[in-house]
């Protein structure tokens, strides 16, 4: 009995041992395959424990970023909490983003990360702290395009920034000028002509779809939103979020069915 306990604790070593013993690029590989598998959990989980290992890996920073947002996006908002929960996790996702640029700052992916937590952070907060972000998020949009002029996720983001700051018109803009100070200038053909550019670097990508049939609607071009959420209900699911995109799509478009008679 006593040496199956000697030998049992000596596996258990072993085993501690292999763990341990794991590299970043072992654990960025297990993000990856996760990642590939659509979950997020674990891909986050495989990601954090890269950084833990090695903290200036850039690419275990920017995959772990990107990973927060995932899982942001993917909080059941209807549970208490769960804007905190978001809230934080797309705290984390900047934090780490932000790590990824000082570890290299001349790549995409880490510029791009960056503008996009601090995006989904900012939709979280109140007019005058989105204003003051905007400008600093689309700095790192357009350092990202400047990196890799195929960054369809950047293209779609500057296109969001372009929307969103398009809605703040006329009267609204120039009370905003006072309560919060100078707001930067967007326009919706802008905010088109981008999408339409991500669009066209990676046609398959549902989101892009979606957000471009949004801007439709806002635009009132509603047979040519009509479309796109139609293509958004017929495109094949890529990625984990898919599945929610194509319901919001669904009933956004039953919603827009009278303004097309």
């Known amino acids: 009995m006593k040496k199956l306990l000697l030998l049992s604790a000596a596996v258990v070593l072993v085993l501690a041992g292999a763990v341990s013993a794991q590299t970043a690029a072992d654990l960025i590989k297990a993000g990856d395959e996760a990642y590939d598998q659509r979950n997020d959990a674990k891909a986050l989980e495989s990601y954090l424990a890269a950084v833990e290992a090695e903290p200036g890996n850039y690419e275990a920073l920017w ?47 880490g510029h791009f990360q960056l503008s996009a937590s601090l995006g989904k ?39 969001r920034w372009h929307r969103k700051i398009a809605e703040i018109g006329g009267a609204k803009r120039a009370l905003g000028s006072i ?21 066209e670097i990676k046609p398959e990508y549902i989101n892009h779809r979606l957000e471009l049939a949004r801007l439709f609607v806002e635009i009132k071009k509603y047979p040519e939103a009509a479309e796109e959420f139609q293509k958004c209900l017929d495109l094949p699911e890529t990625t984990s979020k898919d599945a929610m995109y194509k319901e919001e799509a669904k009933n956004e478009l039953a919603a827009i069915q009278k303004k097309l008679k």
């Open 63 to 109: 995959k772990a970023s990107r990973s927060l947002v995932d899982n942001g996006d993917l909080v059941d908002t209807k549970i208490k909490g769960a804007e905190d929960k978001q809230k934080k996790l797309f705290q984390d996702a900047a934090d780490y983003a932000r790590k990824a640029v000082e570890a290299n700052p001349n790549d995409t992916n």
């Open 121 to 159: 952070y900012a939709l979280m907060l109140g007019k005058k702290d989105q204003i003051a972000m905007s400008h600093e998020i689309k700095a790192e949009i357009e350092k990202a395009i400047e990196l890799d002029a195929a960054n369809d996720g950047a293209y779609h983001a500057l296109s």
């Open 179 to 199: 309560l919060y100070g100078k707001i930067p200038k967007g326009s919706y053909e802008e905010a088109e002509t981008y999408m339409k550019k991500a669009i």
